[in-house]
């Protein structure tokens, strides 16, 4: 069969046209790609829904992506809640089964701030400030064992975290973060401002102590 194949596409080169085999080949030039040398000034159009990256990435691009298609985490509230127990509302709410959050350390290095950029173009994925001032990561992505009544499918087998989490850390009270990072550019503002505040602090210890002597 191999040879039959080779040999129909032999017969068929011998038999083509050499003017249409020019003109052929002419197209293809004219259609042709250049080469790749350096950054293309005029560098096509992403395509919907396609990031456009060039030398560094376009962080006002990568927000309005990243906002679109992003799970809600806010949390369902009910008529006559003010009259509602922690526990009557907990046993209707599944608003902690809705994403997980992971301990950080704070990005005292340019590598770990690169990487927590890197987490944050990421869909479903934020980082925020504790009232205690610890960072942590928030990963928006629901329970599988959540029914879709809102109930646990496996409440006699559910894991010891979920056991122990108590009612007072819920984030329904509004009290879970001083500082939300959902895009680079956010938490790039806040570590600039910081660092502002923290230079000016140092600039008046340096200041006192000199003053001092």
Known sequence: MA????????KKGANSSPKKSAKTTAKRKATAKPAASGSDPNPAPPRKGELNFTARFDTNQVDQLKTSGEIDLTFPRFPHEKQMDQTEICL??????????????????????????WY??????????????????????PCDKLLANGMCGIYETRPQLCRDYSPDSCSRVGKDHMHLFQTPAEMHAYLDRNKKKTSKKAAKKTSKKATRK
């Not at 040879?3 to 032999?10: F, L, N, V, W």
């Not at 209707?92 to 990487?115: A, F, W």
């Open 120 to 141: 944050l173009l990421h869909r479903n994925v934020e980082i925020y400030i504790d009232h205690d001032k610890t960072w942590a990561i928030i990963f928006k992505t």
């Open 92 to 117: 209707k709410c599944h608003g902690c089964c809705m994403y997980i959050t992971v301990p950080l350390d704070y990005p005292r290095s340019n590598e770990q701030k690169d990487l927590y950029t």
């Open 3 to 10: 040879k039959k194949s080779t040999d129909t596409a032999t």
